[in-house]
Protein backbone atom coordinates (compact mmCIF):
# COMPACT_ATOMS: atom_id res chain seq x y z
CA UNK A 1 0.00 0.00 0.00
CA UNK A 2 1.25 3.46 -0.91
CA UNK A 3 1.72 5.74 2.01
CA UNK A 4 4.27 8.18 1.03
CA UNK A 5 1.43 10.85 1.58
CA UNK A 6 1.62 9.73 5.31
CA UNK A 7 3.97 11.03 8.09
CA UNK A 8 6.73 8.15 9.35
CA UNK A 9 5.18 8.01 12.38
CA UNK A 10 1.65 7.30 11.09
CA UNK A 11 1.21 3.57 12.09
CA UNK A 12 3.68 1.68 14.27
CA UNK A 13 5.42 -0.64 11.48
CA UNK A 14 4.40 -4.55 12.39
CA UNK A 15 7.99 -5.16 11.55
CA UNK A 16 9.61 -2.66 13.68
CA UNK A 17 11.18 -0.70 10.11
CA UNK A 18 10.03 2.50 11.77
CA UNK A 19 10.63 1.98 15.49
CA UNK A 20 13.01 5.00 15.97
CA UNK A 21 10.29 7.60 14.58
CA UNK A 22 8.33 6.10 17.36
CA UNK A 23 10.50 6.12 19.90
CA UNK A 24 11.22 9.69 19.41
CA UNK A 25 7.09 10.59 18.93
CA UNK A 26 6.60 8.68 22.01
CA UNK A 27 9.46 10.39 24.22
CA UNK A 28 8.61 13.80 22.67
CA UNK A 29 5.02 13.19 24.52
CA UNK A 30 5.99 11.94 27.08
CA UNK A 31 8.07 14.90 27.90
CA UNK A 32 4.79 16.84 27.95
CA UNK A 33 2.48 14.37 29.66
CA UNK A 34 5.12 14.04 32.89
CA UNK A 35 5.59 17.57 33.75
CA UNK A 36 1.92 18.21 33.33
CA UNK A 37 0.85 15.72 35.75
CA UNK A 38 3.59 15.71 38.35
CA UNK A 39 3.07 19.76 38.15
CA UNK A 40 -0.59 19.60 38.44
CA UNK A 41 -0.54 20.81 41.60
CA UNK A 42 0.72 24.64 40.85
CA UNK A 43 -1.81 24.17 38.92
CA UNK A 44 -5.62 26.00 38.76
CA UNK A 45 -8.04 23.53 39.02
CA UNK A 46 -10.10 25.59 36.23
CA UNK A 47 -7.28 27.50 34.21
CA UNK A 48 -8.90 30.07 32.48
CA UNK A 49 -8.74 29.43 28.57
CA UNK A 50 -10.33 30.63 25.62
CA UNK A 51 -10.81 27.76 22.86
CA UNK A 52 -9.41 29.16 18.66
CA UNK A 53 -12.12 26.72 16.34
CA UNK A 54 -9.37 27.34 14.08
CA UNK A 55 -7.17 24.26 15.73
CA UNK A 56 -10.31 22.46 14.80
CA UNK A 57 -9.90 22.70 10.92
CA UNK A 58 -8.61 19.28 8.85
CA UNK A 59 -5.44 20.19 7.12
CA UNK A 60 -4.91 19.37 3.66
CA UNK A 61 -1.49 17.83 4.53
CA UNK A 62 0.13 16.32 7.51
CA UNK A 63 1.38 19.05 10.32
CA UNK A 64 4.79 18.53 11.78
CA UNK A 65 5.05 16.78 14.93
CA UNK A 66 6.62 20.15 16.71
CA UNK A 67 4.03 21.88 15.58
CA UNK A 68 1.32 19.42 16.65
CA UNK A 69 2.73 18.59 19.91
CA UNK A 70 2.37 22.61 20.70
CA UNK A 71 -1.24 22.30 19.86
CA UNK A 72 -1.57 19.60 21.92
CA UNK A 73 0.33 21.12 25.10
CA UNK A 74 -1.93 24.20 25.06
CA UNK A 75 -4.75 22.07 24.98
CA UNK A 76 -3.50 20.19 27.98
CA UNK A 77 -2.69 23.00 29.76
CA UNK A 78 -6.17 24.78 29.11
CA UNK A 79 -8.20 21.89 30.21
CA UNK A 80 -9.43 20.90 33.98
CA UNK A 81 -7.12 19.77 36.00
CA UNK A 82 -8.35 16.74 38.44
CA UNK A 83 -5.26 16.01 39.86
CA UNK A 84 -4.99 19.26 41.93
CA UNK A 85 -6.22 18.79 45.54
CA UNK A 86 -7.97 21.99 45.66
CA UNK A 87 -10.70 20.25 42.46
CA UNK A 88 -12.67 18.96 45.68
CA UNK A 89 -15.82 20.32 43.50
CA UNK A 90 -16.85 17.06 41.37
CA UNK A 91 -17.05 13.19 41.55
CA UNK A 92 -14.13 13.33 39.37
CA UNK A 93 -10.33 12.45 40.46
CA UNK A 94 -6.46 12.01 38.94
CA UNK A 95 -6.72 7.81 37.54
CA UNK A 96 -4.51 5.34 39.22
CA UNK A 97 -1.35 5.20 37.33
CA UNK A 98 -1.84 1.60 36.24
CA UNK A 99 -5.32 2.83 34.59
CA UNK A 100 -3.67 5.14 32.61
CA UNK A 101 -1.26 2.34 30.89
CA UNK A 102 -4.30 0.28 30.47
CA UNK A 103 -5.80 2.75 28.75
CA UNK A 104 -2.55 3.12 26.49
CA UNK A 105 -2.36 -1.19 26.12
CA UNK A 106 -5.80 -1.21 25.08
CA UNK A 107 -5.63 1.32 22.47
CA UNK A 108 -2.32 -0.37 21.16
CA UNK A 109 -3.94 -3.62 20.97
CA UNK A 110 -7.44 -2.28 19.78
CA UNK A 111 -8.83 -5.30 20.22
CA UNK A 112 -13.13 -5.44 19.52
CA UNK A 113 -15.53 -5.94 22.67
CA UNK A 114 -18.00 -6.87 20.56
CA UNK A 115 -17.16 -10.84 20.22
CA UNK A 116 -14.77 -13.28 21.46
CA UNK A 117 -13.08 -13.52 18.09
CA UNK A 118 -11.94 -10.42 18.08
CA UNK A 119 -10.75 -10.12 21.95
CA UNK A 120 -10.68 -14.14 22.58
CA UNK A 121 -9.06 -12.77 26.18
CA UNK A 122 -10.25 -9.73 27.26
CA UNK A 123 -13.54 -10.87 26.73
CA UNK A 124 -13.27 -13.38 29.02
CA UNK A 125 -11.49 -11.55 31.19
CA UNK A 126 -14.69 -8.78 31.47
CA UNK A 127 -16.56 -11.44 31.65
CA UNK A 128 -15.07 -13.60 34.83
CA UNK A 129 -14.17 -9.31 36.55
CA UNK A 130 -18.09 -8.67 36.45
CA UNK A 131 -18.71 -12.08 38.39
CA UNK A 132 -16.36 -11.16 40.80
CA UNK A 133 -17.83 -7.62 41.04
CA UNK A 134 -21.39 -8.68 41.19
CA UNK A 135 -19.63 -10.93 44.32
CA UNK A 136 -18.62 -8.11 46.71
CA UNK A 137 -22.47 -7.12 46.33
CA UNK A 138 -24.07 -10.24 46.98
CA UNK A 139 -25.39 -11.09 44.55
CA UNK A 140 -25.41 -14.87 44.56
CA UNK A 141 -23.62 -16.96 42.14
CA UNK A 142 -26.01 -16.34 38.81
CA UNK A 143 -24.79 -13.27 38.91
CA UNK A 144 -22.47 -11.22 36.58
CA UNK A 145 -22.85 -8.05 33.77
CA UNK A 146 -21.34 -6.15 31.14
CA UNK A 147 -19.08 -3.15 30.98
CA UNK A 148 -20.17 0.47 29.59
CA UNK A 149 -19.26 3.61 28.21
CA UNK A 150 -20.68 5.67 30.98
CA UNK A 151 -23.80 5.39 33.76
CA UNK A 152 -26.86 6.71 31.65
CA UNK A 153 -25.89 3.74 29.50
CA UNK A 154 -25.57 0.97 32.05
CA UNK A 155 -28.69 2.26 34.03
CA UNK A 156 -30.20 1.75 30.27
CA UNK A 157 -29.20 -1.63 29.70
CA UNK A 158 -30.56 -2.48 33.51
CA UNK A 159 -34.03 -0.94 32.65
CA UNK A 160 -34.60 -2.06 29.60
CA UNK A 161 -34.45 -5.95 30.92
CA UNK A 162 -36.43 -4.92 33.46
CA UNK A 163 -39.08 -3.33 31.07
CA UNK A 164 -38.88 -6.33 28.75
CA UNK A 165 -39.36 -8.71 31.47
CA UNK A 166 -41.97 -6.91 32.76
CA UNK A 167 -43.79 -6.89 29.26
CA UNK A 168 -42.46 -9.51 26.94
CA UNK A 169 -41.78 -6.64 25.17
CA UNK A 170 -38.33 -7.22 23.91
CA UNK A 171 -40.05 -8.23 19.85
CA UNK A 172 -43.05 -6.44 20.30
CA UNK A 173 -42.25 -3.40 22.29
CA UNK A 174 -44.68 -1.84 24.55
CA UNK A 175 -46.62 0.35 22.08
CA UNK A 176 -50.58 0.66 22.44
CA UNK A 177 -51.08 -1.48 26.01
CA UNK A 178 -53.30 -0.48 27.38
CA UNK A 179 -51.87 0.09 31.03
CA UNK A 180 -49.56 2.78 30.43
CA UNK A 181 -45.52 1.39 32.36
CA UNK A 182 -44.12 3.56 35.14
CA UNK A 183 -41.37 3.15 37.35
CA UNK A 184 -40.33 4.71 40.61
CA UNK A 185 -37.44 7.19 41.38
CA UNK A 186 -36.33 9.21 44.23
CA UNK A 187 -37.08 13.20 43.69
CA UNK A 188 -33.26 13.52 43.26
CA UNK A 189 -32.33 10.59 41.73
CA UNK A 190 -29.87 11.20 38.80
CA UNK A 191 -31.33 12.46 35.38
CA UNK A 192 -30.60 9.39 33.49
CA UNK A 193 -33.04 7.84 34.98
CA UNK A 194 -35.59 10.24 33.20
CA UNK A 195 -33.32 10.02 29.55
CA UNK A 196 -33.13 6.22 30.18
CA UNK A 197 -37.10 5.90 30.30
CA UNK A 198 -37.36 8.35 26.86
CA UNK A 199 -35.19 6.03 25.32
CA UNK A 200 -37.62 3.28 26.30
CA UNK A 201 -40.65 4.65 25.26
CA UNK A 202 -41.73 5.34 28.70
CA UNK A 203 -41.24 9.53 28.33
CA UNK A 204 -39.79 11.20 30.99
CA UNK A 205 -43.29 11.43 32.83
CA UNK A 206 -43.05 7.45 33.02
CA UNK A 207 -40.49 7.97 36.18
CA UNK A 208 -42.96 8.77 39.00
CA UNK A 209 -40.57 10.73 41.62
CA UNK A 210 -40.77 9.64 45.34
CA UNK A 211 -40.65 12.00 48.34
CA UNK A 212 -37.50 11.96 50.39
CA UNK A 213 -36.55 13.36 53.74
CA UNK A 214 -34.34 15.78 54.86
CA UNK A 215 -31.02 13.75 54.16
CA UNK A 216 -32.28 13.24 50.27
CA UNK A 217 -33.33 9.55 51.20
CA UNK A 218 -36.09 7.91 49.72
CA UNK A 219 -39.01 7.41 51.65
CA UNK A 220 -40.25 3.93 52.14
CA UNK A 221 -43.32 4.63 52.45
CA UNK A 222 -43.91 7.56 50.32
CA UNK A 223 -42.50 4.93 47.31
CA UNK A 224 -45.61 2.43 48.76
CA UNK A 225 -47.98 5.33 48.57
CA UNK A 226 -46.72 6.33 45.04
CA UNK A 227 -46.82 2.63 43.89
CA UNK A 228 -50.77 2.09 45.21
CA UNK A 229 -51.46 5.71 43.70
CA UNK A 230 -50.30 4.54 40.47
CA UNK A 231 -51.83 1.20 40.45
CA UNK A 232 -55.11 3.12 41.12
CA UNK A 233 -54.54 5.46 37.95
CA UNK A 234 -54.83 2.46 35.86
CA UNK A 235 -51.05 2.57 35.30
CA UNK A 236 -48.42 -0.71 35.13
CA UNK A 237 -45.55 -0.56 37.53
CA UNK A 238 -42.64 -2.65 37.06
CA UNK A 239 -39.65 -1.20 38.71
CA UNK A 240 -38.17 1.02 41.59
CA UNK A 241 -34.90 2.87 41.18
CA UNK A 242 -32.88 3.14 44.24
CA UNK A 243 -30.07 5.42 44.79
CA UNK A 244 -26.71 4.58 46.67
CA UNK A 245 -24.48 8.36 46.92
CA UNK A 246 -27.26 10.79 45.10
CA UNK A 247 -25.57 13.68 42.93
CA UNK A 248 -25.40 16.73 44.85
CA UNK A 249 -25.26 14.91 48.36
CA UNK A 250 -24.37 11.94 48.54
CA UNK A 251 -27.21 9.90 50.36
CA UNK A 252 -28.36 6.50 50.14
CA UNK A 253 -31.66 5.86 50.28
CA UNK A 254 -32.82 2.85 52.62
CA UNK A 255 -31.77 -0.41 50.22
CA UNK A 256 -33.52 -2.87 52.34
CA UNK A 257 -37.12 -1.33 52.98
CA UNK A 258 -37.09 -0.75 49.28
CA UNK A 259 -36.33 -4.32 48.44
CA UNK A 260 -39.14 -5.44 50.58
CA UNK A 261 -41.63 -3.09 49.00
CA UNK A 262 -40.35 -4.37 45.86
CA UNK A 263 -40.98 -8.04 46.90
CA UNK A 264 -44.55 -6.99 47.73
CA UNK A 265 -45.14 -5.44 44.60
CA UNK A 266 -43.34 -7.97 41.98
CA UNK A 267 -41.23 -5.12 40.97
CA UNK A 268 -37.54 -5.09 39.59
CA UNK A 269 -35.32 -3.31 42.40
CA UNK A 270 -32.29 -1.33 40.64
CA UNK A 271 -30.23 0.37 42.56
CA UNK A 272 -27.91 3.11 41.00
CA UNK A 273 -24.81 2.80 43.14
CA UNK A 274 -22.80 4.42 40.30
CA UNK A 275 -20.76 6.61 43.00
CA UNK A 276 -21.40 5.28 46.33
CA UNK A 277 -21.07 1.35 45.14
CA UNK A 278 -17.12 2.11 46.06
CA UNK A 279 -17.84 1.80 49.38
CA UNK A 280 -18.26 -1.89 49.43
CA UNK A 281 -14.69 -2.09 49.96
CA UNK A 282 -14.79 -0.88 53.19
CA UNK A 283 -15.07 -2.88 56.15
CA UNK A 284 -15.68 0.27 58.25
CA UNK A 285 -18.40 1.56 56.16
CA UNK A 286 -19.64 -1.21 54.01
CA UNK A 287 -23.19 -1.86 55.73
CA UNK A 288 -24.35 1.34 54.84
CA UNK A 289 -25.23 -0.36 51.43
CA UNK A 290 -27.09 -2.91 53.77
CA UNK A 291 -29.78 -4.09 50.99
CA UNK A 292 -27.92 -4.01 47.89
CA UNK A 293 -27.70 -7.69 48.08
CA UNK A 294 -31.50 -7.79 47.17
CA UNK A 295 -31.12 -5.61 43.75
CA UNK A 296 -32.07 -7.46 40.69
CA UNK A 297 -29.48 -5.12 38.65
CA UNK A 298 -26.59 -2.40 40.15
CA UNK A 299 -24.95 0.57 38.05
CA UNK A 300 -21.31 0.83 39.27
CA UNK A 301 -19.03 3.50 37.87
CA UNK A 302 -15.44 2.47 38.88
CA UNK A 303 -13.96 5.58 36.80
CA UNK A 304 -15.65 7.85 40.52
CA UNK A 305 -14.27 6.08 43.55
CA UNK A 306 -12.17 3.62 42.21
CA UNK A 307 -10.04 6.15 40.54
CA UNK A 308 -10.09 4.13 37.04
CA UNK A 309 -9.77 6.22 34.34
CA UNK A 310 -12.77 7.18 32.02
CA UNK A 311 -14.82 5.44 30.97
CA UNK A 312 -15.61 2.71 32.83
CA UNK A 313 -19.19 1.60 34.16
CA UNK A 314 -20.76 -1.22 34.66
CA UNK A 315 -24.02 -2.75 34.57
CA UNK A 316 -24.69 -6.00 36.88
CA UNK A 317 -26.87 -8.09 37.58
CA UNK A 318 -28.49 -10.92 40.15
CA UNK A 319 -29.31 -13.35 37.27
CA UNK A 320 -27.51 -13.12 34.18
CA UNK A 321 -30.42 -15.54 32.61
CA UNK A 322 -32.54 -12.73 32.09
CA UNK A 323 -29.90 -10.60 30.26
CA UNK A 324 -29.46 -13.53 27.67
CA UNK A 325 -32.99 -14.22 27.74
CA UNK A 326 -34.89 -10.45 27.74
CA UNK A 327 -32.27 -8.50 25.73
CA UNK A 328 -29.90 -10.65 23.68
CA UNK A 329 -29.98 -10.44 19.91
CA UNK A 330 -27.99 -13.08 18.10
CA UNK A 331 -25.39 -11.57 15.44
CA UNK A 332 -25.01 -14.04 12.88
CA UNK A 333 -22.07 -12.21 11.51
CA UNK A 334 -20.02 -13.44 14.82
CA UNK A 335 -18.58 -16.86 15.02
CA UNK A 336 -20.60 -19.05 18.06
CA UNK A 337 -19.35 -20.41 21.17
CA UNK A 338 -20.46 -22.97 22.88
CA UNK A 339 -19.30 -21.70 26.17
CA UNK A 340 -19.29 -18.27 25.85
CA UNK A 341 -21.93 -15.55 24.74
CA UNK A 342 -20.17 -12.74 22.48
CA UNK A 343 -20.60 -9.72 24.57
CA UNK A 344 -22.38 -7.60 22.00
CA UNK A 345 -24.96 -9.66 21.72
CA UNK A 346 -26.06 -8.63 24.84
CA UNK A 347 -24.98 -5.27 25.73
CA UNK A 348 -26.71 -1.79 24.88
CA UNK A 349 -23.12 -1.50 22.71
CA UNK A 350 -21.59 -3.14 20.48
CA UNK A 351 -18.16 -2.12 19.53
CA UNK A 352 -16.66 -1.01 22.44
CA UNK A 353 -13.01 -0.27 23.84
CA UNK A 354 -11.48 -2.71 25.49
CA UNK A 355 -12.15 -0.44 29.67
CA UNK A 356 -11.88 -3.98 31.67
CA UNK A 357 -8.36 -3.98 30.71
CA UNK A 358 -7.72 -0.40 33.19
CA UNK A 359 -9.94 -1.94 35.56
CA UNK A 360 -8.60 -5.09 35.83
CA UNK A 361 -5.03 -3.36 36.72
CA UNK A 362 -5.99 -1.09 39.27
CA UNK A 363 -8.07 -3.27 41.02
CA UNK A 364 -4.78 -6.14 40.99
CA UNK A 365 -2.54 -3.21 41.69
CA UNK A 366 -4.32 -1.32 44.79
CA UNK A 367 -5.97 -4.66 45.60
CA UNK A 368 -8.95 -4.27 48.20
CA UNK A 369 -6.87 -2.90 51.36
CA UNK A 370 -5.53 -0.62 49.14
CA UNK A 371 -9.56 1.12 47.98
CA UNK A 372 -10.69 0.00 51.36
CA UNK A 373 -7.73 2.95 52.68
CA UNK A 374 -8.33 5.22 50.05
CA UNK A 375 -12.42 4.94 50.98
CA UNK A 376 -11.85 5.25 54.98
CA UNK A 377 -9.73 8.22 54.40
CA UNK A 378 -11.60 9.98 52.49
CA UNK A 379 -14.50 9.75 54.84
CA UNK A 380 -12.22 10.57 57.75
CA UNK A 381 -11.54 13.79 56.10
CA UNK A 382 -15.33 14.03 55.03
CA UNK A 383 -15.89 14.39 59.10
CA UNK A 384 -12.94 17.00 59.59
CA UNK A 385 -14.79 18.97 57.07
CA UNK A 386 -18.28 18.40 58.69
CA UNK A 387 -17.03 19.36 61.98
CA UNK A 388 -15.34 22.63 60.91
CA UNK A 389 -18.85 23.57 59.64
CA UNK A 390 -20.53 23.18 62.27
CA UNK A 391 -18.18 25.54 64.53
CA UNK A 392 -19.31 28.21 62.18
CA UNK A 393 -22.90 29.69 62.83
CA UNK A 394 -22.81 31.34 59.39
CA UNK A 395 -22.44 27.88 57.82
CA UNK A 396 -25.62 25.39 57.44
CA UNK A 397 -25.53 21.95 55.75
CA UNK A 398 -27.77 20.13 53.77
CA UNK A 399 -28.14 17.21 55.49
CA UNK A 400 -25.87 14.53 57.39
CA UNK A 401 -23.05 12.99 54.71
CA UNK A 402 -23.19 9.36 54.39
CA UNK A 403 -20.56 8.96 51.50
CA UNK A 404 -17.91 11.92 50.79
CA UNK A 405 -19.98 14.16 49.55
CA UNK A 406 -20.68 17.58 51.56
CA UNK A 407 -23.00 20.24 50.61
CA UNK A 408 -23.17 23.58 52.31
CA UNK A 409 -23.98 26.97 52.15
CA UNK A 410 -23.26 30.28 53.44
CA UNK A 411 -25.96 32.11 55.51
CA UNK A 412 -24.29 35.13 56.42
CA UNK A 413 -26.73 37.08 59.46
CA UNK A 414 -25.49 40.38 58.05
CA UNK A 415 -27.53 40.04 54.90
CA UNK A 416 -31.35 39.37 53.75
CA UNK A 417 -31.66 35.81 53.11
CA UNK A 418 -32.67 36.84 49.51
CA UNK A 419 -29.15 37.57 48.81
CA UNK A 420 -27.00 34.47 50.25
CA UNK A 421 -27.25 33.09 47.12
CA UNK A 422 -25.50 35.66 45.71
CA UNK A 423 -22.82 35.77 48.65
CA UNK A 424 -22.37 31.50 48.05
CA UNK A 425 -22.05 31.94 43.97
CA UNK A 426 -19.49 35.10 45.30
CA UNK A 427 -17.52 32.70 47.61
CA UNK A 428 -17.33 30.00 44.96
CA UNK A 429 -15.28 32.57 42.45
CA UNK A 430 -13.42 33.31 45.28
CA UNK A 431 -11.86 30.56 46.32
CA UNK A 432 -11.01 29.36 42.64
CA UNK A 433 -9.61 32.83 41.78
CA UNK A 434 -7.72 33.16 44.56
CA UNK A 435 -7.06 30.30 46.61
CA UNK A 436 -6.98 27.22 43.83
CA UNK A 437 -10.17 25.76 45.36
CA UNK A 438 -12.61 24.74 43.37
CA UNK A 439 -16.24 23.40 44.82
CA UNK A 440 -19.50 23.11 42.83
CA UNK A 441 -22.47 25.44 42.85
CA UNK A 442 -25.19 23.05 42.21
CA UNK A 443 -28.97 24.30 42.48
CA UNK A 444 -30.71 22.04 45.29
CA UNK A 445 -34.45 22.85 47.22
CA UNK A 446 -34.67 26.11 45.52
CA UNK A 447 -31.08 27.51 46.60
CA UNK A 448 -27.58 27.82 45.69
CA UNK A 449 -25.48 25.32 47.64
CA UNK A 450 -21.36 24.71 48.04
CA UNK A 451 -20.85 21.49 47.46
CA UNK A 452 -17.02 19.35 48.03
CA UNK A 453 -16.27 15.83 46.98
CA UNK A 454 -13.40 14.54 49.31
CA UNK A 455 -11.80 12.30 46.18
CA UNK A 456 -8.43 13.32 45.75
CA UNK A 457 -6.15 10.46 47.14
CA UNK A 458 -4.03 13.68 47.66
CA UNK A 459 -5.92 16.21 49.51
CA UNK A 460 -5.49 16.46 53.30
CA UNK A 461 -6.13 17.95 56.67
CA UNK A 462 -4.12 21.04 55.58
CA UNK A 463 -6.30 21.27 52.28
CA UNK A 464 -9.58 21.22 54.28
CA UNK A 465 -8.02 24.11 56.96
CA UNK A 466 -6.87 25.76 53.77
CA UNK A 467 -10.74 26.06 51.95
CA UNK A 468 -12.04 27.11 55.81
CA UNK A 469 -9.55 29.90 55.95
CA UNK A 470 -10.51 31.06 52.58
CA UNK A 471 -14.10 31.39 53.68
CA UNK A 472 -13.61 33.13 57.04
CA UNK A 473 -11.42 35.13 55.35
CA UNK A 474 -13.85 36.07 53.11
CA UNK A 475 -16.81 36.45 55.19
CA UNK A 476 -14.72 39.06 57.21
CA UNK A 477 -14.19 40.96 54.01
CA UNK A 478 -17.58 41.38 53.38
CA UNK A 479 -17.90 41.17 49.86
CA UNK A 480 -21.58 42.74 50.28
CA UNK A 481 -20.47 46.39 50.51
CA UNK A 482 -17.07 45.56 49.05
CA UNK A 483 -17.65 44.12 45.86
CA UNK A 484 -14.20 45.24 44.53
CA UNK A 485 -12.83 42.84 46.81
CA UNK A 486 -14.24 39.54 45.01
Known amino acids: ?64 APDLLNHLSTLMATSA ?12 SMPTTVSILGDLVAAALNNNMLSLEMSPVLSRLEQALMVEMAGLFGLGDRAGGVIASGGSLATLQALAVARNRAFDAQKTGIAGRSQRPVLFASEVAHVSIQKDAMLLGLGTDGVIPVATNANSQMQPEAL ?23 TVTGNI ?99 RHADVLKLWLSLQHLGQRGYAQLIDESYALTQYMV ?22 RGTPPSLDESRWDEWNSALNT ?34 I ?13 DFMTQPHSV
Open 1 to 64: MNRSELPAAAFIDPNGHNRAEIELLFAQVWAILLPHLTQAGTRSPLPASTFDSAIARIPAAPVL
Open 81 to 92: NLAQPGYIGHMD
Open 224 to 246: RQSIEQAIADGCAPFCVVATAGT
Open 253 to 351: DPLAPIAAICQDYGLWFHVDAAYGGAVVFSEQYGDRLHGIAQADSITFNPQKWLYVARTCVMALFKDMTHLHRYFRIGAPYMAANDDFTNLGEISVQGT
Open 387 to 408: NAIQTRPFLQLVGTPETNIVCF
Open 430 to 463: YLLREHNLFLSLPFYRGSRWLRAVILNPYAETAT
Open 465 to 477: DRLFDSIDAFMTD
